[in-house]
């Protein structure tokens, strides 16, 4: 069974930075690109960050663009998103999920619905 584990989330403040990690298991990360999604209280999951299968594209929002970096270790199946100067907008829970790489494109990899594997998620508050 396909398990997506996500970590690193908390409590901090405006300007400080988080480390996400998402850890895969019941399968081989090496053939999926991975994404991270976010979901804040009454708004819809929208997309932040992914990362192609072989690492080599990366895509971003707007609002991730500058300040956050996605990437991946397939050795350990996992991949991460660096957070850096957050902002009290960036609260929501943070989702990793995971699509098999043949079936994206640069045009939908900011799509939710094409992923596949979706982790719990984890918690991430900025304070003002």
């Known amino acids: 069974q396909v398990q997506l584990v996500e970590s690193g989330g908390g409590l901090v403040q405006a300007g400080d930075s988080l480390r996400l990690s998402c850890v895969l298991s019941?399968?081989?990360?090496?053939?999926?690109?991975m994404g991270w999604f976010r979901q804040a209280p009454g708004k819809e999951r929208e997309f932040v960050a992914a990362i192609s299968w072989s690492g080599i594209r990366q895509y971003y929002a707007d609002s991730a663009k500058g300040r956050f970096t996605i990437s991946r270790d397939n050795a350990k199946n996992t991949v991460f998103l660096q957070m850096n100067s957050l902002k009290p907008e960036d609260t929501a829970v943070y989702y990793c999920?995971?699509?098999?790489?043949?079936?994206?494109?640069?045009?939908?990899?900011?799509?939710?619905?094409?992923?596949?594997?979706w982790g719990q998620g984890t918690q991430v508050t900025v304070s003002s």
């Open positions: 999920a995971a699509v098999i790489g043949y079936k994206t494109t640069d045009q939908t990899m900011g799509t939710h619905s094409i992923y596949d594997y």
């Open positions: 019941g399968r081989t990360s090496r053939d999926l690109a």
